[in-house]
């Protein structure tokens, strides 16, 4: 299987799907990430804001950052990945994607990010990739990226936004997204663990990831 996974951010699929993409890739399916867009300068941890470094440079940061998590997480596996043209491989057997869009979330942008994340998915669906899709919950970015893939591509399956899904008052919103869908996958997370990596490698965002907890599980959800 070939599985393509939008993320809003560089943690996003880390956080919401670490083990199971781990999983497949144990597996021998491949696992492609794209990471739409970096709206917040925490998720790097350079500089003092946007007036000292240009804007890609937080961005690129920010990927390699969501890139060190993977490799903490599954040292055993051989990565290759790809950051916006830029490239460094390991060995072939495991693959591992990453694509960067340099554009930034706002009035003037959000047709240039659509048009981008359509093209993406619908160029690797035709290729045999299935497409998942966060179920955007609480976060206004990450309900803009599921929205965009929601009405034009049709996602083949959603995955829970965590730390967002977690929490006991986004249970109704959750139930309401989920009607007519089923469980499709569900992996028991390593909670303290992924805390442990995710703490590490992104210090600035350590306070939003307090709800991972080891009983909480991985869960993604089809049609």
Request: a neutral charge; hydrophobic letters at 35%.
């Amino acid at each position: 299987m070939k599985y393509l996974i939008f993320e809003p951010h560089s943690d996003d699929a880390w956080l919401s799907l670490g083990n199971t993409i781990i999983n497949w890739l144990r597996d021998s399916n491949e696992v492609q990430i794209i990471t739409c867009s970096i709206q917040e300068s925490q998720y790097s941890e350079i500089g003092d804001g946007a007036s000292n470094y240009p804007w890609e440079t937080f961005m690129l940061e920010a990927i390699y950052r969501g890139i060190r998590a993977g490799l903490i997480m599954a040292p055993d596996l051989h990565w290759k990945y790809r950051v916006d043209g830029l490239e460094k491989a390991g060995m072939d057997s495991d693959e591992f994607y990453v694509s960067l869009y340099k554009t930034r979330i706002g009035q003037k942008h959000f047709q240039k990010i659509k048009d981008k994340i359509v093209e993406m998915a619908n160029v690797n669906r035709g290729s045999g990739w299935t497409i998942i899709a966060p179920l955007g919950i609480q976060h206004p970015y990450h309900h803009v990226i599921h929205t965009i893939l929601r009405d034009n591509v049709v996602p083949d399956m959603y995955y829970l936004d965590q730390p967002y899904a977690a929490k006991k008052k986004n249970k109704e919103i959750i139930d309401k997204k989920l009607e007519g869908f089923v469980l499709n996958t569900m992996t028991q997370n390593s909670g303290n663990e992924k805390k442990k990596v995710l703490k590490s490698v992104f210090p600035s965002q350590s306070r939003y990831y307090s709800s991972i907890l080891c009983d909480i599980q991985e869960e993604i959800y089809a049609k």
